[in-house]
C-alpha cells in the first residue's frame, strides 16, 4: 500500500483506514467548523469609518493583508481542487482535501464579507498582488514553484516525477499556507489585541487554526510520500528544498517589511515563521 499510485486502492473504499493521521485532521477540521456570517462587523465599520480610529499605516496592514489573503486563497484553493487531489490515491487523504477545499471556500467568502461590510473597493483588493511588489514577489514565487501538477500530462510515476510532486507540495503546504501567511496573521492579531477591528482580527484567528491543520496535513503527506519512496530523498534535492524555504523566508521578510510600521505588538519580521511540523531534512519520515 502507498499514498500515491496505489492501483489497488479503491477510492470509494475509505475503510479499513490506513492513514489515521489523516481521519485526525479531518476531525480536528470539523471541531473547527465556522463561517464568517457569525462574527459581528458592527464595531470594525465604525472603527474604519473613524478618521482617527486607525492610524494610516494600520489601515495599509489592513489593505495589504485583506490584499493577499483574498487572492492566495484563491491560488490555494485551485491548487487543492485541480491538481493535489488528482495525484492522492488514498481515500481518507482525499476526504481531508475535500475539507480543506470547502475551508478553503468559507476563507473566499470572508474576505468576500470584510469587503461588504466596510465598503471597499473589490477591484483594489483582488489586484493588490498584481501591484504591491512584495505581494507579487510572493504569488510569483508560489505558481512558479507549484507549476508541475498543473501540467494536463503529469503524472507522479517514476522517481523524478515524484520529486516533482514533493516539490510542488512543499510549495503548496509549506511555503504558501505556512511561511507565506504567518507574517500576516501576526500583523492582524496584534492590531486584534489593541481592540482595534476585532471583527476582522477574529476571522483571521479562525483562518489561522484551519491553515495550521493544513500545514500539518501537507507535512504528514510529504514525510509518508518520502518514507515510502525514501529513493527520491536524494542530498541534492534536500539541498534544493532547504534553498527554497530559505527563500521563501526571506521574501516573507520583506513583505513584513515593507509595512514600514507595523502596530506595537507585531512580532519581527522574522519571528512567526515557523511551521508547525518540520519536514525531512535529514532522514526520511523524520
Known amino acids: 500500500m502507498s499514498i500515491i499510485n496505489n492501483s ?149 510515476i517514476g522517481d523524478s516525477n515524484i520529486q516533482a510532486f514533493v516539490h510542488d507540495l512543499v510549495g503548496y503546504y509549506v511555503i504558501m499556507e505556512g511561511i507565506f501567511f504567518y507574517a500576516g496573521f501576526a500583523m492582524m492579531l496584534a492590531l486584534k489585541r489593541q481592540r482595534k477591528m476585532i471583527g476582522i482580527g477574529e476571522q483571521f484567528e479562525y483562518i489561522m487554526r484551519d491553515e495550521s491543520i493544513h500545514l500539518n496535513f501537507g507535512c504528514d503527506l510529504i514525510t509518508t510520500i518520502v518514507a515510502e519512496f525514501p529513493q527520491v530523498w536524494t542530498p541534492a534535492f534536500k539541498e534544493e528544498i532547504v534553498t527554497l524555504i530559505k527563500k521563501s523566508v526571506e521574501l516573507e521578510k520583506t513583505y513584513a517589511r515593507a509595512h514600514r510600521r507595523p502596530p506595537p505588538g507585531t512580532h519581527r519580521p522574522d519571528q512567526g515563521l515557523r511551521h508547525r511540523k518540520p519536514l525531512p531534512v535529514d532522514e526520511p519520515g523524520h
Open 8 to 156: 489497488k486502492t479503491d477510492p470509494n473504499k475509505i475503510l479499513p483506514m490506513t492513514y489515521l493521521w489523516a481521519r485526525q485532521h479531518y476531525k480536528d477540521g470539523v471541531a473547527n467548523n465556522w463561517v464568517p456570517e457569525e462574527i459581528p462587523m458592527q464595531d470594525d465599520i465604525e472603527q474604519w469609518k473613524n478618521q482617527t480610529a486607525l492610524t494610516e499605516e494600520e489601515r495599509r496592514l489592513i489593505y495589504w493583508n485583506l490584499g493577499f489573503f483574498s487572492t492566495a486563497e484563491s491560488l490555494t484553493a485551485n491548487n487543492i481542487v485541480l491538481a493535489v487531489y488528482n495525484h492522492v490515491t488514498n481515500p481518507e487523504c482525499r476526504q481531508y482535501m475535500l475539507r480543506q477545499a470547502y475551508e478553503e471556500a468559507i476563507h473566499t467568502d470572508t474576505f468576500i464579507y470584510c469587503c461588504d461590510s466596510l465598503g471597499l473597493d473589490p477591484e483594489e483588493i483582488y489586484t493588490m498582488y498584481q501591484k504591491i511588489p512584495s505581494i507579487k514577489e510572493k504569488d510569483d514565487f508560489v505558481v512558479e514553484l507549484t507549476k508541475s501538477v498543473f501540467d494536463p500530462n503529469f503524472n507522479t
